[in-house]
């Protein structure tokens, strides 16, 4: 039998520290006991808020470390760099395409994000929640473990399905055989 699949990311912004690892980490080494678990560096997420990308490497690897060091093993458990797969991006792409920027903008986390931080309100900070949808579905994760200020991004993420289902039927025909003579 199949297991179900879990995903889950981390901004590579600074160290992990004790609150990581009892908010989140812990349960991580948990889960890989379990479920089929994808867990990532999120850095592209990461450049919303810091975009200056000259420690974003040794950031990403220092996490990559990180995680080895609270228990998560790679033998059990797919952990990668978001950048890393090229997939990921263009499923943005086509999710952004269907995203609506008046319910981007409702977002709790970008409404904090946008006063806490208003000289960098990028367009990244906008679709961050289309970009988490990207992550989850690329895996088809059934369990998403996340915070209580990343709930409503996953309520969002639950219409984009929907819309890229109906956007791709709509986009393409189905062929009828065209019989004429060659003559």
């Not at 490497?57 to 609270?70: C, P, Q, Y």
């Not at 990207?134 to 059934?142: G, W």
């Not at 409503?152 to 004429?180: D, G, M, Y």
Request: hydrophobic share 40%.
């Amino acid at each position: 039998m199949a297991k179900e699949i879990v995903v889950s990311g981390i901004r590579p912004t600074g160290f992990l520290h004790l609150g990581n690892y009892f908010g989140a980490m812990r349960n991580y080494v948990r889960m890989q006991e379990e479920y089929e678990c994808y867990f990532f560096v999120a850095d592209w997420h990461s450049l919303t808020t810091h975009p200056d990308t000259k420690e974003l490497r040794n950031s990403v690897l220092r996490v990559l470390a990180e995680n080895i060091a609270a228990g998560l093993d790679p033998s059990k458990v797919c952990l990668y760099v978001q950048s890393s797969i090229p997939e990921i991006a263009e499923l943005y792409l086509l999710l952004n395409m269907l995203a609506y920027k008046g319910e981007l903008e409702k977002t709790p986390t970008f409404k904090d994000k946008v006063r806490l931080q208003p000289d960098n309100v990028n367009t990244g900070l906008l679709t961050y929640p289309v970009l988490m949808s990207a992550d989850i579905l690329i895996h088809r994760a059934k369990y998403v473990p996340v915070g209580k200020d990343q709930d409503s991004l996953l309520k969002l993420r639950e219409t984009l399905p929907s819309a890229l289902i109906i956007a791709t039927v709509n986009c393409f025909q189905k062929q009828r055989p065209s019989i004429s003579a060659m003559n």
